[in-house]
């Protein structure tokens, strides 16, 4: 059983920075594909970003030159920087793990193929 454990979130001003944390323990961290999706209030979960097995990542639109994923398969983390933040991207960010993942293609943007989710990070941008 894989267990994700976020950290990172809090309260920032807009065009601040954030490095969140998703620490992975319990099974093969390599061999998943992984992911952040967000979902603020009254909102659906959508997806952020994701990274393969090598490291190839992959970006929503909406972040894409403000987001940076990465994974580090020694400490078993995977890292989301979050700069120029804006009050859209409030929202809480999940960790996702996509078991067998592919090893060069960028894992799926939708939620469904991935098995193991941690709690969440609240993130909040507002001056």
């Known amino acids: 059983q894989v267990q994700l454990v976020e950290s990172g979130g809090g309260l920032v001003q807009p065009g601040d920075s954030l490095r969140l944390s998703c620490a992975a323990s319990?099974?093969?961290?390599?061999?998943?594909?992984m992911a952040w999706f967000r979902q603020a209030p009254g909102a659906e979960r959508e997806f952020v970003s994701a990274?393969?097995?090598?490291?190839?990542?992959t970006y929503a639109d909406s972040v894409r030159g403000r987001f940076t994923i990465s994974r580090d398969n020694a400490k078993i983390t995977v890292h989301l920087q979050l700069t120029s933040l804006k009050p859209e991207d409030t929202a809480r960010y999940y960790c996702?793990?996509?078991?067998?993942?592919?090893?060069?293609?960028?894992?799926?943007?939708?939620?469904?193929?991935?098995?193991?989710w941690g709690q969440g990070t609240q993130v909040t941008v507002s001056s």
């Open positions: 996702a793990a996509q078991p067998g993942g592919g090893f060069f293609t960028p894992p799926p943007r939708n939620a469904a193929p991935y098995v193991y």
């Open positions: 319990g099974g093969a961290f390599s061999e998943y594909g």
């Open positions: 990274i393969s097995r090598s490291g190839i990542p």
